[in-house]
Every structure is written in structure tokens, then in C-alpha cells.
């Protein structure tokens, strides 16, 4: 019998064998380890390229102002020749880049995998951002927080592929989550998104890494383009008195504006009606129809070029706007989306937002300005998107008007009821419809 003694159990619980067995569970190796690494490595790529893509629009916006300044009507020709030309090269090399870029991550959460060759390709959102930044030299009403949420998407996907660890749908949304926090510097918003829009259900399981690259992502741009806030620094607030008549009227005219805004968006890219069948046959000409409206707009107006960054804020920090602005940035708006190429929704509706509350204004002129246009900003965003959480949250952070958010949450939930009323089905949900992942057709079999 041996008298040597019998190991402890701490020496057990690390024997060599349990060591190993510990190393290829949580090591550096481990697929557990790698997923964490790609996403905390995808996050900081997110936020650089979100930083980098942001730059480069706002660089192509100053030239197209500095074009159109110089050359007033000439937009007139080129708007429409660009529009024409983005809407071809999209189709013949690039077709999945078309539109906002939102719906395609929510597509793309069918199959991430197959998603990551097309939907979410590096291909397709080179592309994007290429043809989106086209699209801001040529005047269009585009915003870049759309197409940063399909570029992030695709980052995420690079770096699960890179480190061979397999890709899920939440990881997919946590990247275009990301890319929302990034574009807006508004990492809560970006995590609202995640849960309210890409996934669509508030029971959706949003992890701890999830938060994180999120966060990250906001935390990198930040640190890159430094702690700005969007808008400025409004900080507007509203009395008791005046809200109780001013929220009920910019939640109800916001929603249905934003809810006939989406209803004219799917019933020209899924319904079956004349015009819809003509824009599909001959869509060329149907984009260039589009451009002559939005450069004949940008023309007679002056205002509704790109973004509508300048003019919102302008009209935010209390300076008087033409009434006309908001109705014009719709069409122009609308005009841009429905015509097939690549760019966001988000910015632009924004602005369309701000110029309901410039229509709105003259009805209260004991309220502070600043107040009823950013109540109108809220319902119109909320009545298109319908994600109320998250035009609140947005437009918090994005103005410091932490003092409006209960006036702007009861806007917000009015103008989505609005809006169902209007449009029974969501906008970026019913557009995804058009990207769905579809199984590849089998091959013959031999005879």
C-alpha cells in the first residue's frame, strides 16, 4: 500500500489535463475567446469608419454648395444626369447597395453567413459608400446614417470571417446598432435602434457584448471627431401648459406626414400598381424624373439640398425659416428615395421634422421656439421610422434637451399611432421584404 498522500482537491481542480481542457474552453484558441475579440475588434473598425465615412460626406456636401453656389441653375441638368448615371451603375454592379442600407441588415438576419457574400458583402457596401457620396456631390436629399448602418454591419462580418468564428443575426445587429451610436454619437440611441428597429422585438436578447460594441463604437468616434453634440447644445424645455396643446398636434401631424412619407415608399418599391410597374421597366428614366424634381426644388429654394443638416439646426436654434421648407424637403426627399440609388432616409427626415415644427411655430407664440420644432422633428421621424424610442432618444442626445423628453415621448407614441394609421406596415421592415434572402436554385440533376 503506498504512503504517499493524496493529491488536494485544489491540486486536482489543476492538473494538467484540467489546465488544457480549461485553455481550449477559454483560451486565446477558443471559439468563445475569438467571437469576443471580433466583436470588440469590429466595434473600434466601426467607429473609425463611421468617422471617416461622416467626413468624406460632409466634404462632398461643401463642394456640391460651393458648386451650386457658383453655378445656380446648372444643377438643373447635372442632378438629374447623376441621378440617372448612380441609378444604372447601382443596378448593373452593385444592385444590393440600392436605398437606405437598413433594410438589407435586417434581411440579412435570415442567414448571416450567406448574407456576409451579398447583403453585407464588402463588395456591396464599398460600393454603397462610393455611390452615396456620389449622390451627396449631385445634390441628392440623402443622409449617410442609413448607409453606415449596412457598412458596420459588413465590418462586423469582416472581422467574424477573419478570425473564422460563426456569425449570428444578433451580432448583425449589434454592427448596425454601432453604426447608428457612431453616425449620431449617440451610443443609447444606437442600442435603442438594436432592440426597437433592427430586431423588432423588445424580448430580442441584446448581450453584454452586444452593449459593448455599441458603446465602443460610440466611444471611438467620439474620441475621433471629438465630445460634440449633433445639434449643439439646445437644452429647449417647454411649460406644463403649453405642452398639453402643442405635444397632441406635433404627434398627430408629424405622424401622419411620416406615415404618408412610408406609405408612398412601399407602394412605389412593392406595389403593383402603373406607376410602380413603369419605374421598375424603366427605371433609368425614372431616376432621372426623380433628379429633375429634387434639382428643380434645390433650385427655386436654395434649402433642399442634401442632408437638410444646416437648415434644421438653423431652424432649432430659433432662426426664422420659409414655411415652405418642409413640404419642399418632403418631395425632395421622397423624390431621392424612391428613385433606386444608394443613401439614408435619416438626416433628411430630420429635417423635414424641423420644418413641420417651423409650420407649427406660428401657432404658439408663447413657446419657445426651439421647443415646437424639435416636438415636430420628434413626431415626424417617429410617424416614418416607427421607433419611437428612438426618435426621442436621438433627438435628447443629439440637442442636450434632456428638460423636453417627457413632451417628446407622449409626441412620439402619438405620431406612431398616427402613422399606423396612415401606413399599417413599417417602413424599413416592409422594404427588406424587397432583399430577402431567397435559397439558391438547385442544379438539374443528370440525366
Keep these: 500500500m503506498s504512503d504517499s498522500p493524496s493529491p488536494r482537491p485544489e491540486e486536482r481542480l489543476w492538473s494538467p ?6 485553455l481550449r474552453e477559454k483560451g486565446p484558441r477558443s ?19 463611421a468617422t471617416v465615412f461622416a467626413k468624406a460626406a460632409d466634404l462632398a456636401a461643401d463642394l456640391f454648395g460651393i458648386y451650386s453656389a457658383r453655378f445656380r441653375y446648372a444643377p438643373v441638368l447635372t442632378t438629374p444626369l447623376i441621378f440617372a448615371g448612380l441609378v444604372w451603375v447601382t443596378r448593373r454592379y452593385v444592385p444590393l447597395a440600392r436605398g437606405s442600407g437598413i433594410p438589407q441588415v435586417i434581411a440579412a438576419q435570415a442567414d448571416p453567413e450567406r448574407a456576409t457574400g451579398s447583403l453585407v458583402s464588402i463588395r456591396t457596401v464599398g460600393g454603397k459608400a ?28 469582416l472581422s467574424h470571417r477573419l478570425l473564422r468564428v460563426p456569425l449570428r443575426g444578433a451580432v448583425l445587429i449589434a454592427g448596425g446598432a454601432a453604426g447608428v451610436a457612431a453616425a449620431f454619437n449617440t451610443p443609447l440611441a444606437g442600442l435603442l435602434f438594436a432592440i426597437e428597429e433592427l430586431a423588432s422585438a423588445y424580448e430580442q436578447k441584446v448581450t453584454l457584448l452586444v452593449i459593448a460594441a455599441i458603446v465602443i463604437a460610440g ?4 474620441s475621433v471627431q471629438g465630445d460634440y453634440v449633433y445639434f449643439g447644445l439646445i437644452g429647449a424645455n417647454m411649460p406644463v401648459m403649453g405642452a398639453l396643446v402643442a405635444v397632441p398636434l406635433a404627434g398627430i401631424v408629424g405622424g401622419v406626414a411620416g406615415g404618408l412619407f412610408s406609405r408612398l415608399m412601399l407602394s412605389l418599391a412593392t406595389g403593383t400598381h ?10 433609368i428614366l425614372f431616376a432621372a424624373v426623380c433628379g429633375l424634381v429634387v434639382g428643380g426644388l434645390g433650385v427655386a429654394t436654395g434649402m433642399t439640398w442634401g442632408t437638410g443638416y444646416g437648415a434644421a439646426r438653423a431652424m432649432i436654434t430659433g432662426v426664422d425659416a ?6 419642399a424637403k418632403f418631395v425632395a426627399t421622397l423624390a431621392t428615395a424612391v428613385a433606386g440609388l ?13 420644418g413641420i415644427g417651423n409650420l407649427l411655430r406660428p401657432l404658439f407664440p408663447g413657446s419657445p421656439a426651439s421647443a415646437i420644432v424639435i416636438l415636430g422633428m420628434v413626431g415626424y421621424f417617429a410617424g416614418v421610422v416607427r421607433a419611437p424610442l428612438t426618435a426621442v432618444i436621438i433627438l435628447s442626445e ?20 398616427a402613422s399606423q394609421l396612415v401606413c399599417r406596415e413599417k417602413l424599413y421592415h416592409g422594404l427588406s421584404r424587397t432583399f430577402a434572402m431567397r435559397d439558391p436554385v438547385p442544379p438539374p440533376e443528370k440525366a
Design 219 to 222: 466611444m471611438v468616434a467620439q
Design 31 to 49: 471559439v468563445q475567446f475569438r467571437t469576443r475579440l471580433a466583436i470588440l475588434i469590429g466595434a473600434v473598425a466601426i467607429g473609425l469608419a
Design 17 to 22: 489535463a484540467r489546465y488544457r481542457a480549461l
Design 398 to 417: 443629439t440637442t442636450a434637451s434632456r428638460g423636453l423628453m417627457l413632451p417628446m415621448f407622449a409626441a412620439a407614441f402619438l405620431a406612431d399611432g
Design 342 to 354: 444608394p443613401g439614408g432616409i435619416f438626416a433628411p427626415s430630420l429635417a423635414v421634422g424641423a
Design 322 to 327: 420659409p414655411l415652405w421648407f418642409g413640404p
Design 274 to 283: 402603373r406607376v410602380t410597374r413603369w419605374s421598375k421597366r424603366r427605371s
Design 130 to 157: 462610393v455611390l452615396t457620396l456620389a449622390a451627396v456631390l449631385g445634390g441628392a436629399s440623402v443622409g449617410r446614417e442609413g448607409p453606415t448602418v449596412q457598412i458596420a454591419a459588413a465590418v462586423m462580418g
